[in-house]
Nanobody, 115 residues
Framework: QVPFVESGGGLVQPGGSLRLSCVVS????????MGWYRQAPGKQRESVAS????????NYADSVKGRFVISRDNVKRTVYLQMNSLKPEDTSVYYC????????WGQGTQVTVSS
């Protein structure tokens, strides 16, 4: 069973918004910090945002601070990434995972920011 199933990506114009979702399998979701990561072609995967198990604390990469918001619903075992004011440099495949990340990765969801 794939532990992380991401969705919500797509093609959006610069300045637009998208909301990503990630459903996590297993019954221990509420105990783990979670993160969103992204990988652009030819680049290493990087951390974008993270959130603690109870949702009380979040962290963001400098490149997305003030534009992206991470949140979670422990009942639905889902973590979200609200992305606003998108820029072409945000174009990547976005993944969710625990924080720190495990070695298991989902298929990700493609986000393309282009006019």
């Amino acid at each position: 069973q794939v532990p992380f199933v991401e969705s919500g990506g797509g093609l959006v114009q610069p300045g637009g918004s998208l909301r990503l979702s990630c459903v996590v399998s297993g019954g221990f979701f509420r105990f783990f910090s979670m993160g969103w990561y992204r990988q652009a072609p030819g680049k290493q995967r990087e951390s974008v945002a993270s959130i603690t198990s109870g949702g009380g604390s979040t962290n963001y990469a400098d490149s997305v601070k003030g534009r992206f918001v991470i949140s979670r619903d422990n009942v639905k075992r889902t973590v979200y990434l609200q992305m606003n004011s998108l820029k072409p440099e945000d174009t990547s495949v976005y993944y969710c995972n625990e924080d720190p990340a495990t070695s298991y990765w989902g298929q990700g969801t493609q986000v393309t920011v282009s006019s």
